[in-house]
């Protein structure tokens, strides 16, 4: 069974990056779209970013120009870079392949005012 393990969250300034990975595994998603979603308390889930196996990205709204997804098939792992963070990204942000339903555990990350 896949499984999704997320890492790189934690606590930044205003203004600061961080870059979440998630890594599967094995390697059976490598022609499966995936995608960072993201949940804070008492918001729905929303897409923040997904990315298809013909490489084309799709970016939540209030996120583009300022977070970047991509993939390394070679380590089975999708990975979100996150730039000019602000204070509304805080969540729990969670790796996805929509395809099969699989979800990971999630990693919080807060952004500091």
């Known amino acids: 069974q896949v499984q999704l393990v997320e890492s790189g969250g934690g606590l930044v300034q205003a203004g600061g990056s961080l870059r979440l990975s998630c890594t599967a595994s094995?390697?059976?998603?490598?022609?499966?779209?995936m995608a960072w979603y993201r949940q804070a308390p008492g918001n729905q889930r929303e897409l923040v970013a997904a990315?298809?196996?013909?490489?084309?990205?799709e970016y939540g709204d209030s996120v583009k120009g300022r977070f970047t997804i991509s993939r390394d098939n070679r380590k089975n792992e999708v990975n979100l870079q996150m730039s000019g963070m602000k204070p509304e990204d805080t969540a729990a942000y969670y790796c996805h392949i929509p395809r099969i339903g699989l979800w990971g555990q999630g990693t919080q990350v807060t952004v500091s005012s």
């Open positions: 094995r390697s059976a998603w490598v022609n499966d779209a």
């Open positions: 990315i298809y196996p013909n490489g084309r990205r």
